[in-house]
């Protein structure tokens, strides 16, 4: 039997984690359901976590690669499922997971699982999000995060692909994503400017217009309707938002 510890990461979703604690602590598949809680978590954060009988480890979030890999690191299976607090798994999911728990032929060091995005609780089915691989279930003594910001899972042996979806609720409401884009762009600017990225116009405007071009039109974003046009505006404006913060980050502001 392979026992799976199911990994969450977690600070202030207050409006998908309990839902995504009550899919994931199933015990059918989870002999472990560990909790990473960021420094600056709310208490209710904390009070969900509990309720379900999870463990849980406070750490302050420094990159999301280092991150998750002290998460990994504090789990007692070799099989970890990895989710954030806004991912939720569906029903053939976990019966997938199930399955996996019983099978003695796992031949295969992690698995893809596909991701539906909601945005503003909008399913989206194109704009490059859908469907969208990644590998959320590995054995960790062959896996290991790398990339400071956008990070990368790196599994050393074969990676096969499980049935079922992870409901990604990326945004639910603008301020949740205002204060995302503030952290991510922080990030990502930072990194930008180690790897000798400059601020100039023609990043400032020509990184914008690319994405949104990429987003709506290469990728068929406008099959999605007005969702579809909000997510291409709202995805070059996170391009305007890091050119700028590089240019503000590189005068030592």
Same mark, same amino acid.
């Given at each position: 039997?392979?026992?799976?510890?199911?990994?969450?990461?977690?600070?202030?979703?207050?409006?998908?984690?309990?839902?995504?604690?009550?899919?994931?602590?199933?015990?059918?598949?989870?002999?472990?359901?560990?909790?990473?809680?960021?420094?600056?978590?709310?208490?209710?954060?904390?009070?969900?976590?509990?309720?379900?009988?999870?463990?849980?480890?406070?750490?302050?979030?420094?990159?999301?690669?280092?991150?998750?890999?002290?998460?990994?690191?504090?789990?007692?299976?070799?099989?970890?499922?990895?989710?954030?607090?806004?991912?939720?798994?569906?029903?053939?999911?976990?019966?997938?997971? /199930? #399955?996996?728990? +019983?099978?003695?032929? *796992?031949?295969?060091? =992690?698995?893809?699982? @596909?991701?539906?995005?909601?945005? &503003?609780?909008?399913?989206?089915?194109?704009?490059?999000?859908?469907?969208?691989?990644?590998?959320?279930?590995?054995?960790?003594?062959?896996?290991?995060?790398?990339?400071?910001?956008?990070?990368?899972?790196?599994?050393?042996?074969?990676?096969?692909?499980?049935?079922?979806?992870?409901?990604?609720?990326?945004?639910?409401?603008?301020?949740?994503?205002?204060?995302?884009?503030?952290?991510?762009?922080?990030?990502?600017?930072?990194?930008?400017? /180690? #790897?000798?990225? +400059?601020?100039?116009? *023609?990043?400032?405007? =020509?990184?914008?217009? @690319?994405?949104?071009?990429?987003? &709506?039109?290469?990728?068929?974003?406008?099959?999605?309707?007005?969702?579809?046009?909000?997510?291409?505006?709202?995805?070059?404006?996170?391009?305007?938002?890091?050119?700028?913060?590089?240019?503000?980050?590189?005068?030592?502001?």
């Amino acid at each position: 039997m392979n026992k799976i510890t199911v990994l969450i990461f977690a600070k202030n979703e207050t409006l998908t984690f309990k839902r995504v604690l009550e899919k994931a602590s199933n015990q059918k598949f989870c002999d472990q359901l560990l909790v990473i809680l960021d420094e600056g978590f709310l208490p209710e954060i904390k009070q969900l976590a509990q309720q379900f009988h999870a463990e849980i480890v406070v750490k302050k979030l420094r990159n999301f690669r280092d991150h998750k890999n002290f998460g990994i690191a504090q789990t007692k299976n070799n099989w970890v499922l990895l989710l954030d607090a806004d991912e939720i798994i569906d029903d053939q999911l976990a019966g997938s997971l /199930k #399955k996996f728990c +019983r099978s003695d032929r *796992i031949v295969n060091s =992690g698995y893809n699982i @596909k991701f539906k995005t909601y945005f &503003f609780n909008h399913w989206l089915r194109y704009g490059g999000v859908y469907p969208d691989l990644h590998i959320r279930l590995f054995d960790k003594r062959k896996a290991k995060y790398r990339h400071t910001i956008h990070e990368l899972l790196y599994v050393d042996g074969k990676i096969g692909e499980i049935d079922g979806h992870i409901n990604h609720y990326s945004v639910t409401y603008l301020n949740q994503w205002l204060k995302k884009i503030s952290l991510y762009t922080n990030l990502e600017a930072k990194h930008l400017i /180690k #790897k000798g990225r +400059r601020f100039s116009l *023609i990043y400032l405007i =020509g990184k914008p217009l @690319k994405e949104f071009y990429m987003r &709506f039109i290469q990728l068929k974003g406008y099959r999605d309707g007005y969702h579809g046009l909000r997510f291409a505006l709202m995805a070059s404006y996170y391009r305007f938002k890091t050119a700028l913060k590089i240019k503000k980050l590189s005068k030592g502001d």
